[in-house]
C-alpha cells in the first residue's frame, strides 16, 4: 500500500510502558493503515508484525532503526508499505529510482 502521510510520537519515560516512539501511517483517504513500533529496549520487539483482517499492518523494531525508518519517510518518494503472510514481517519499499539520485553536485 501507498504511505501518503505519516504521524510521529515520542514517550517520555513513564511506568510500565514500553515503546519509545511510534509512526502511524496514513493513505491517500487519510485513513490510518499502519503503525510502526519502536520499542525501549531491543530485548522487548515483538517476534512477528501483525496484519489485521482490515488490513491494518502493525510493525515493530528496535529503537536503533528509528532514523532509518523516519529518514525513508521524509526522504523518499513514493513509499509501499507491504506485509509477507508467509513471514508475518512488514517491510517498506520506495519505486525505482535512478542511480546517484540525490548526491551531492
Not at 2 to 15: C, D, L, N, R, S
Not at 66 to 79: H, I, M, Q, T
Not at 81 to 101: N, Q, W
Request: proline share 5%.
Amino acid at each position: 500500500m501507498k504511505i501518503e502521510k505519516y504521524q510521529v510520537q515520542h514517550f517520555a519515560g513513564g511506568t510500565g510502558y514500553f515503546l519509545r516512539a511510534m509512526i502511524w501511517l496514513y493513505d491517500e483517504n487519510r485513513a490510518t493503515v499502519a503503525n510502526v513500533r519502536f520499542y525501549k529496549n531491543s530485548n522487548d520487539v515483538q517476534a512477528h508484525d501483525t496484519k489485521l483482517p482490515s488490513g491494518f499492518i502493525a510493525c515493530h523494531y528496535p529503537p536503533e532503526q528509528y532514523s532509518d525508518v523516519l529518514d525513508l519517510l521524509r526522504n523518499e518518494g513514493p513509499v509501499y508499505l507491504h506485509f509477507s503472510d508467509i513471514r508475518k514481517m512488514g517491510y517498506f519499499s520506495t519505486a525505482r529510482e535512478p542511480v546517484g539520485e540525490g548526491e551531492l553536485q
